[in-house]
């Protein structure tokens, strides 16, 4: 059997469906608002975990608790839209064994009230002077009723922000500024929650003085999906086509798959400009239109095998369809029920917040510009459900066209797309805890080691099933000395490859140069990316977030080639929930020692190139690497600059200076670097 080359994934993930994220404790909680909860009493907290991991009761138990036993007088929620307040109606926690329940009184939930936000800062106004407890409005209602009270007025007070991403450390972003506000003040809580591992795909979230006062609770995409009951496999794919994506949509999009369809917006080279026609066009690709249910307002279609489909279309901008088809996918009675409706359309709706259990595909045409938004939209596929088994999200993207005149942003857009693949690779495994090898270590209670066990004389690879974690021993490995480094080394390693992945001239050599050395990426392009993330951090610390970074970054690619059997066949069905453990600890075994330099030696884009090559013409292919090649510069001063630093480094270790006649490839490297630096030296052409 071949395989169709839209249907190769570049990332396939299976669990091991034990059940433990959803089960429940004597108080009612799963095993995330357990783990929240246990940090009741932090004043500033930070959630961080994936869609429908039950953030929103995590904060109801916590918000209930400074209410009646930490003396806080009220709690605001704070969420980015008014969709989202339902996340926060009554719920009667007593009943599955908690000590309160959760109400809010009708006319404190801003989010279901009447008029514009401006016109409920009154509402908000009446809720502070009241004895009331809880009030919920929108990101937007609360900026204006911080302007029109001052900070001082929100004293004493809980303050839970959800969708914490849409928050900014820049001075434009005005929920950020009045966020740092609050924290100088510090006379208020702060519960912030995310379900995105990226917190502002460009600005940072909060100040990093800001942020070191927040103790985070980390709950990951693995721990979710491992412990679910009926879910075990997500597949993430970007599958190119030509001409009209309404033409080639059917060879993705199944009709007897549950379907959430993003259509491209109208500003985006997929789109064809017109929106409707473009929803026309998929629903008569599907079948025979046979009119809307006068109820729900869903598109009935009959598919050519007889099939009845009830496909909601929330593109159209005709309110009183619009809303008809919004209140139907919305409606409580029918949210267990699977027949309900079967595909979804929309454009800029039912992403972040939106909930549909039974959602199996999630497709999307067009590159998303924010990776924030990706994981959005994936977790819209990632929910539990009976029956469910596989989910999968499908990125439809434009191949490069030669006659085009936009071809720069062509390859842009597929160069996007593949860093959203690595990233969500790394977001989907487990964690890694990266220590270095030395002759007193031994091993870590709860981790397993495999068959031979812990091998004193090796670096070792343990993997703790319950938390989801490896406990990896690598030689030469740099720990973080300060606070900051290792909180950056145990909690934002996907930060820092996020920003790495996203660099454009990484991403391009090291996808399409062949003459590029390795290390030219891992040690000097991510260390100059780390220097400029986080300059407050001295060079030792830098380097020390380097190197766990592209260790957690070159594992996973390497144990997700090894899990995927890069020896199969293209139809080689996935590994068991297993592979990427065991990928990651053959890995580890297959070569002479796991040192800090084998890592850095290794290409992170090799793999995603497989994937490309096989998902894209290799015409495109040819014409994508020859637009890049041409726009390749000499070694400009501030890299000779960084490979001096590495070259002085090499001295150090080695006690002779890099040779340019090394048969080592970055040795050479390391020699020119030094040798330019020393002739731009010369030239006067660094400061000072």
């Not at 089960?23 to 930070?46: I, T």
């Not at 033409?247 to 798959?257: F, K, Q, S």
Request: with cysteine; hydrophobic share 40%.
């Amino acid at each position: 059997m071949t395989i169709d080359k839209k249907n190769v994934p570049s990332v396939s993930v299976t669990y091991a469906r034990n059940g433990g994220s959803t089960k429940s404790n004597a108080l009612g909680m799963r095993a995330m608002q357990e783990r929240a909860f246990e940090k009741r009493g932090e004043p500033y907290l930070l959630i961080k975990s994936p869609p429908a991991s039950g953030k929103s009761r995590a904060l109801m138990f916590i918000a209930l608790d400074k209410l009646a036993n930490q003396g806080l007088k009220q709690a605001i929620i704070v969420v980015p839209e008014k969709s989202i307040g339902s996340s926060f109606a009554d719920e009667p926690l007593t009943k599955f064994g908690f000590w309160a329940d959760w109400t809010v009184a009708p006319k404190w939930n801003l989010c279901n009230a009447p008029g514009e936000d401006g016109g409920k800062v009154n509402s908000v106004g009446s809720f502070l002077a009241s004895d009331d407890k809880v009030l919920v409005c929108t990101h937007a209602t609360f900026r204006f009723a911080v302007e029109r009270f001052g900070i001082e007025a929100f004293d004493g007070r809980l303050i839970a922000v959800d969708e914490f991403h849409h928050v900014s450390a820049n001075p434009d972003n005005v929920l950020g500024k009045h966020l740092g506000e609050f924290i100088a003040r510090d006379k208020v809580h702060i519960v912030a929650m995310t379900g995105s591992y990226f917190r502002g795909d460009a600005e940072a979230v909060l100040a990093p003085t800001d942020e070191a006062k927040f103790d985070t609770v980390t709950y990951t995409y693995y721990e979710q999906l491992n412990g679910y009951e009926y879910l075990k496999q997500l597949d993430i794919g970007y599958f190119f086509y030509s001409g009209s994506y309404t033409d080639d949509i059917l060879e993705v999009l199944n009709p007897a798959e549950k379907t959430i369809i993003h259509i491209p917006n109208v500003n985006s080279r997929e789109s064809t400009k017109d929106k409707i026609k473009e929803v026309e066009h998929i629903i008569t690709e599907l079948g025979e239109w046979e009119g809307a249910d006068p109820v729900t307002g869903f598109q009935i279609v009959t598919t050519p095998d007889g099939k009845k489909l009830r496909i909601a279309d929330l593109v159209d901008d005709d309110p009183s369809k619009r809303d008809r088809v919004s209140a139907a996918l919305k409606d409580p009675t029918q949210k267990n029920n699977r027949d309900h409706v079967d595909i979804i359309i929309a454009l800029g709706m039912a992403k972040e917040g939106f909930d549909w259990i039974w959602c199996e595909h999630a497709l999307t045409v067009g590159y998303r510009a924010s990776l924030t938004e990706i994981v959005q939209i994936i977790g819209r596929a990632t929910r539990d459900a009976p029956g469910k088994t596989r989910a999968r999200f499908t990125n439809l993207i434009a191949e490069p066209d030669a006659s085009e005149s936009a071809v720069t942003e062509a390859i842009n857009d597929t160069l996007k797309a593949i860093a959203a693949s690595l990233l969500m690779e790394q977001v989907l495994a487990p964690r890694f805890n990266f220590t270095p090898k030395n002759p007193q270590n031994g091993p870590q209670p709860g981790f397993d080691y495999g068959d031979e066990g812990y091998q004193p004389d090796k670096c070792n690879v343990g993997f703790n099933e319950q938390t989801g974690q490896f406990q990896i021993e690598i030689k030469g490995l740099t720990e973080p000395k300060s606070k900051e480094a290792a909180r950056i080394c145990k909690e934002d390693l996907n930060e820092v490859i996020a920003t790495f992945v996203q660099d454009k001239p990484s991403i391009e050599r090291g996808l399409f140069d062949e003459e590029m050395v390795p290390e030219e990426l891992t040690q000097l392009r991510l260390g100059k990316i780390i220097k400029d993330k986080y300059p407050e951090l001295d060079e030792e610390d830098q380097e020390a977030v380097r190197q766990h970074a592209i260790a957690a970054l070159n594992l996973t690619q390497q144990a997700a080639r090894i899990a995927l059997g890069d020896d199969k066949k293209d139809d080689a069905e996935p590994s068991l929930n297993t592979a990427l453990i065991d990928g990651v600890r053959k890995f580890a075994m297959d070569v002479r020692e796991l040192d800090i330099d084998l890592i850095d030696r290794i290409n992170p884009f090799q793999e995603a190139y497989a994937i490309l090559a096989k998902t894209m013409s290799e015409e495109s292919l040819k014409q994508v690497a020859a637009a890049i090649a041409s726009k390749r510069t000499s070694l400009s001063p501030d890299d000779a600059k960084e490979l001096a630093v590495r070259a002085a480094r090499f001295i150090k270790e080695r006690e002779r200076p890099p040779s340019i006649t090394s048969s080592d490839a970055w040795e050479r490297r390391l020699a020119e670097g030094a040798a330019a630096f020393m002739r731009f030296k010369k030239e006067g052409r660094y400061d000072g």
